[in-house]
Structures are given as structure tokens and as C-alpha cells.
């Protein structure tokens, strides 16, 4: 897409930082299936590639590399992939039933602070503002840091300041990153991130997490082997309850690193990757509810039928929110890119197209989902377009990944963290159309800015918010 000069191509990955989506779309367009539009058939072709040769980790750590400084080990590496998947897909998400009603408090105890605790305004049932982008980010990381870091760590408001310092910090580096000169940048990103002081902050604290879980794994292999060993049944059931799941502790159990400072940078991998695409994603999609009213009725029934009961492995419930963000993410995903693979030696497509070396090989996925040979009427926002409506159960879920829908990645090694995001994301907006009435300030204003490669939510969004419980008692009083 560049023009064809030096001053051309400068011009026009000057034109990237804001325009991307235009320019990756207009590519798009022009490419009509070739090489730049990768067909599928190529898209499954690129997956079956070893880390060698085009390698995601080098991509992923590409985007992420500048706000974690520490550089891991080969070895590292290749445990990192390892233990996402056990710790992530499966732990992760099959903690989430038992720890229905636990969750359910700290989202109702998050949003509360949000709605209630900031605001001057004084009058009960008035509208609220919050701004949603930090809010949300605080809801969501008050809400998983038990998941992470364990209940106790919660429960600490220092812990909570540490963290939301930490991600402050990797917020405002975000755009010195995306949109300053790369000579610039190591001289300005040390002092945005504090010296990496919130960085070390956090590292410390999870160090120390991981030297305690060391020490009572091995203690409780000690008291596991005398309960076995005076076969004493009621000292195993207790044994049993008092192991308490966190992925610091399953990372701890679950490692074949040795060293506790290796672990730690493994666990604060983690906390990192799961800061910030949740709640961009979540404003997108209360965006969408807001400007899309007709479906709120549905939505609110549906979540009523599953306030209490806890969300199974099956996967199946809520089939009506599950397609309404499905849709949201389907046409507002975040990344305008998905899939990076970083070419480790000259690469050929099979359509003969070829990738130099350190360059990116990336699925245009805004495009690609609003492509109309791939998806009838793309450009439509159909918010049960994912739901078969005559039985009322889903066609295709938010977590099933395919080439048509690269949100999570590529179907071989998408996003471990699905199951888990999608069930978190169902608790919290079911709580917040439950429990609340709300609407935009400004309708009209631009629900997202792009920013280099990212699609982001619009960091001035407010919304008016306030309790429904309250409206109806002031309506019935009046
Ligand atoms: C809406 C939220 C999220 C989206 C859209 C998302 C999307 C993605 C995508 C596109 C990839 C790259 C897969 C590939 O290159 O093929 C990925 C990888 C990954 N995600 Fe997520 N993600 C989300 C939330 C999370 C959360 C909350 C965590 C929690 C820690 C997480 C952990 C990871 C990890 C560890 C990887 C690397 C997987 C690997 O190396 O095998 N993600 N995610």
C-alpha cells in the first residue's frame, strides 16, 4: 500500500499509526484473494509451520517485548507454552463452577465501588458517570486477581495498588511505544514506566507467592505421605480442601522449572497477558448494548434464568449473550491484526508470494470478518445471528475458534484463555443488566480510536449508570 519513494513509504507508515484498519482494509480490497488476503486454504497451510520457521513466540513477544523487560531462556520459552494450555485451558476454566458464588461477589463488589464510592453526585437512583475504560479495567482486574494471585493476595488493598500500578504504567507505554520514533523510545519508555519500579514491584511479590506455594507443596507431599501412610481418611479429605487454586500455585505445581525466579516470570507472564483485552473488549461490548436496545430484553431474560446456577465444562449456556459477543467481536475485535508469525528465514507462500526475514506474516481480521463472501451481510450487526432461534441453542459459540473468526488465534494454538474470558465476560455484563440501568453520555461520540495495530475503545467513553432496585423503590414511592 506504500507509495512507491522514500518519503512515500515514510509517509505511509506514518499514515499506519491512525489508519490502519483504512489502509489494511483498502489492501484487502485491492488484493481480491491473493497473496496480501490470505486465502484459507494458506491460513491452515501457516499453522502447520514449526516455531522455526515462522514463529508466533518471537511475534507475540514482539508486541509485548518492550513492557517486559526480563529476556527468558530458550527453555523458558518452550515450558511458557507448555504450561499455558494445562494451566489456562483446563485449571483455569474448570475452577471457574466450584467458584461460581465467590466470583459472583467480587463482581458485585467491584462494580459497586465503581458505580458508588467515586461519585459526587449525592441524590439515590440519579445517573452516575463513570468512565469506562478505567473502570472497567478495575472491575476486571478486581474481579480475576483470586483467580491469579489466590484469594488472600485479593483480599490485600496493597496487592490490588501494586498491580493496577503495574498495568497503569504498561498503559501510558503503550502509545510512546506505538507512536514514537524507535530511536526515541528507550530513552522516553524507561521514565513513562517509573524505571520499571511497579514492574519489580509486582516480580517481588510473585517471587515470594511462588516460594511459599514451593514450601507447601513439598510440606503437603510430606502430610500426603503420612495421611497415606496411617491411612487416615478424614486427614486426606481435609488435606484436599485446604489445596486452594490459584495459577501461581498451579504454575508452582505444574512447572518442570526448577528455580523459584524462573517460575515467577512465568506467573507474571501470565498476569500481564490477561490485563488488558478483556476489558477493551468488554467497553465494546457495552457499547453495543447501548446502541443496540432491541436485543436488551432477551438478554436480561436469559441472564435472570442463569443468576444462580454455576456455569458448567459443557460450555452450552447463555446462548443468546454468547452470540450477542460473538457478533460485538466479530466486527469490533481489537487487534486489526491477528495471528502474527515473525518469518525466522525467507518464507514462500504458496501462491508464490515471499516474506524476508523478521518481517510478519499477520491475518487482517477486520477485514476478514466483514468480508462478505465469508460472512452474508458482514457489515450488519446481527446480534443472534449465532444462535439457532427455533431450538434456542447455539450454532457456533464465542470460544470456537476457525479461520473465519481468528479472534482467538489460529484453530491449532488459539487462545488459552478463552473458556475462561468468555465465562468471566457472561458474569459480569449479566450483572451489570441485571442490576442496572444504562445508558452513553453521548450517544454519537466514536466508540473506538485506532492506535498503530489496535483497534482500541475510546478512552473518553462515559457512561451513565445507574441502579435499577433504586429507580423502581423511587418510582413505587412516587
Ligand atoms: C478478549 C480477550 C482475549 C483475546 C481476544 C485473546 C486473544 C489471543 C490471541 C489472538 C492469541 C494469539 C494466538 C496465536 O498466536 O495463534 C492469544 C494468545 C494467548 N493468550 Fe489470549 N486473548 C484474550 C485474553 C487472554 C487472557 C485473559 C489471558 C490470560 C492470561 C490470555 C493468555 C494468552 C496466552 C498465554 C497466549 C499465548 C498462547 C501460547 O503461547 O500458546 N489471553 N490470545
Known amino acids: 500500500m506504500a507509495y512507491p519513494t522514500v518519503f512515500g513509504r515514510w509517509l505511509t507508515a506514518f499514515q499506519k499509526l491512525f489508519k490502519s484498519e483504512e489502509l489494511l482494509q483498502e489492501a484487502y480490497d485491492k488484493a481480491n484473494g491473493s497473496s496480501f488476503a ?21 511475534a507475540l513477544r514482539q508486541i509485548l517485548g518492550s513492557y517486559q523487560s526480563s529476556q527468558s531462556t530458550h527453555d523458558q520459552k518452550s515450558e511458557a507454552l507448555r504450561i499455558n494450555g494445562g494451566v489456562l485451558q483446563n ?3 474448570s475452577s471457574v463452577p466450584e467458584r461460581s458464588d465467590e466470583i459472583r461477589n467480587r463482581i458485585e463488589d467491584a462494580i459497586t465501588r465503581e458505580v458508588f464510592s467515586k461519585t459526587r453526585q449525592s441524590g439515590q437512583g440519579e445517573w452516575r ?39 497503569w504504567t504498561c498503559a501510558f507505554a503503550f502509545p510512546v511505544v506505538q507512536l514514537l520514533p524507535n530511536i526515541l523510545v528507550p530513552f522516553i519508555l524507561p521514565i513513562v514506566l517509573c524505571m520499571g519500579i511497579p514492574r519489580v514491584k509486582m516480580y517481588n511479590r510473585i517471587l515470594h507467592l511462588t516460594w511459599r506455594c514451593l514450601d507447601e507443596n513439598a510440606s503437603s507431599e510430606q502430610r500426603w505421605a503420612s495421611a497415606l501412610f496411617e491411612q487416615n481418611a478424614i486427614k486426606l479429605l481435609t488435606f484436599a480442601k485446604d489445596q486452594k487454586g490459584s495459577v501461581v500455585s498451579w504454575i508452582t505445581e505444574m512447572t518442570r522449572v526448577n528455580e523459584a525466579t ?73 487487534p486489526i491484526v491477528s495471528n502474527p508469525r515473525t518469518a525466522m528465514l525467507p518464507y514462500t507462500l504458496p501462491d508464490g508470494c515471499h516474506v524476508t526475514t523478521g518481517n510478519w506474516i499477520a491475518v487482517p481480521q477486520l477485514a476478514l470478518m466483514r468480508d462478505e463472501n465469508l460472512w ?103
Not at 484459507?40 to 513466540?57: C, V, Y
Not at 507472564?269 to 436485543?295: K, N
Not at 439457532?388 to 482467538?408: M, N, Q, V
Open 91 to 93: 485449571k483455569l476454566r
Open 129 to 167: 458517570r463513570i468512565r469506562l475504560t478505567p473502570a472497567l479495567l478495575r472491575i476486571f482486574t478486581r474481579v480475576s486477581l483470586a483467580s491469579f494471585l489466590g484469594t488472600d493476595q485479593a483480599d490485600c488493598p496493597q496487592v490490588y495498588t501494586d498491580v493496577m500500578m503495574f498495568y
Open 376 to 478: 452474508p451481510q458482514a457489515k450488519q450487526f446481527e446480534g443472534f445471528r449465532f444462535v439457532d432461534d427455533e431450538i434456542g441453542l447455539s450454532k457456533s459459540r464465542l470460544t470456537h475458534p476457525s479461520y473465519e473468526f481468528p479472534l482467538w488465534g489460529s484453530v491449532r494454538y488459539s487462545c488459552p484463555a478463552r473458556f475462561y474470558v468468555s465465562i468471566i465476560m457472561k458474569m459480569v455484563l449479566s450483572h451489570i443488566l441485571l442490576e442496572y440501568e444504562f445508558q452513553l453520555e453521548s450517544p454519537r461520540s466514536q466508540p473506538h480510536i485506532n492506535l498503530g495495530k489496535f483497534r482500541l475503545p475510546n478512552p473518553f467513553t462515559i457512561l451513565l449508570i445507574r441502579k435499577k432496585e433504586i429507580v423502581g423503590k423511587l418510582r413505587n414511592t412516587a
Open 262 to 334: 524462573e517460575i515467577a516470570k512465568l506467573t507474571l507472564g501470565l498476569v500481564f497477558a490477561s490485563a488488558f483485552q478483556v476489558p477493551m473488549i468488554a467497553q465494546f461490548y457495552i457499547h453495543r448494548f447501548c446502541s443496540h436496545p432491541e436485543y436488551t430484553e432477551t438478554l436480561r431474560e436469559e441472564a435472570s434464568k442463569h443468576k444462580h446456577p454455576p456455569f458448567t465444562s459443557l460450555n452450552k449456556e447463555m446462548p443468546y449473550l454468547d452470540s450477542f459477543l460473538k457478533e460485538t467481536a466479530r466486527l469490533s475485535p481489537g
Open 38 to 58: 490470505l486465502p484459507i486454504d494458506h491460513l491452515k497451510q501457516l499453522e502447520k509451520e514449526p516455531e522455526t520457521i515462522l514463529s508466533r513466540e518471537k
